[in-house]
């Protein structure tokens, strides 16, 4: 069955630091993974996703994540975090069965 | 570009109440989601639907019913209300399956007691 892990409940960063949050998936073939954020009282908003190709995706807000078959991994990172992107962050992965499945998420506190 | 618009953004029902959430997309997505949140557990599907009269169970669907009769709406109907059903609730919809990403809308905060 897949499966998504991320073992981070809660990161705190300084502002200007970069940031890696982790997400492993479980599934035997290679799955879409995406990454989500979520502000306080809002919905999900997409950050970028992985179908195929290049394993290292561009996203918005200047996040970016590598695709780590090896590993099953999908990192997600960013070079320098500003104040405005703490928040929830959740990564994905869709099997083919009309659905997604989400990690239990990672907070983002940014101090300054 | 109203996106996914979700009604109401805050309820309070007594056990054994029943109510109806409303999800309305205006995109023309033909696959449309529903998914509570719990603290600490991530989003689980309840119900999905990939096209008018089309509708099928998530990973948790009990206590829970949807009906789609038109592309832009997917009601969710609680019947008997619980406790447990005390979550975070919300609709996304997709052009294509999960390919292109989920719109997500801003949530319906259920609380039961």
């Known amino acids: 069955a897949q499966s998504v892990t991320q073992p981070d409940i809660h990161i705190t960063v300084s502002e200007g630091a970069s940031l890696e949050l982790r997400c492993n998936y479980s599934?035997?073939?290679?799955?879409?993974l995406f990454w989500y954020v979520q502000s306080p009282g809002q919905g999900l908003q997409l950050l970028l996703k992985?179908?195929?190709?290049?394993?290292l995706v561009q996203g918005i807000k200047g996040f970016e994540a590598e695709f780590k078959r090896s590993q099953s991994s999908f990192n997600l990172r960013k070079p320098s975090v500003h104040w405005s992107d703490a928040a929830e962050y959740f990564c994905a992965v869709e099997t083919g069965a009309n659905n997604l499945f989400f990690g239990t998420g990672t907070r983002l506190t940014v101090i300054p | 570009n109203a996106g996914v618009t979700q009604t109401p953004k805050f309820r309070i029902l007594k056990i054994g109440q029943s109510m109806t959430l409303q999800c309305a997309q205006d995109?023309?997505?033909?696959?449309m989601y529903w998914y509570r949140q719990d603290p600490g557990m991530g989003l689980k599907l309840i119900y999905y639907?990939?096209?008018?009269?089309?509708?099928d169970k998530g990973e948790v669907p009990n206590g829970y019913n949807v009906s789609r009769s038109t592309t832009e709406d997917f009601p969710l109907r609680l019947e008997l209300a619980a406790p447990s059903q005390t979550s975070v609730y919300f609709c996304a919809s997709s052009a294509d399956s999960a390919n292109y990403g989920y719109t997500f809308g801003s949530g319906t905060r259920l609380t039961v007691v």
């Open positions: 599934y035997g073939a290679t799955p879409y």
């Open positions: 992985y179908f195929s190709g290049d394993t």
């Open positions: 639907s990939v096209g008018a009269g089309i509708t």
């Open positions: 995109m023309n997505h033909n696959y």
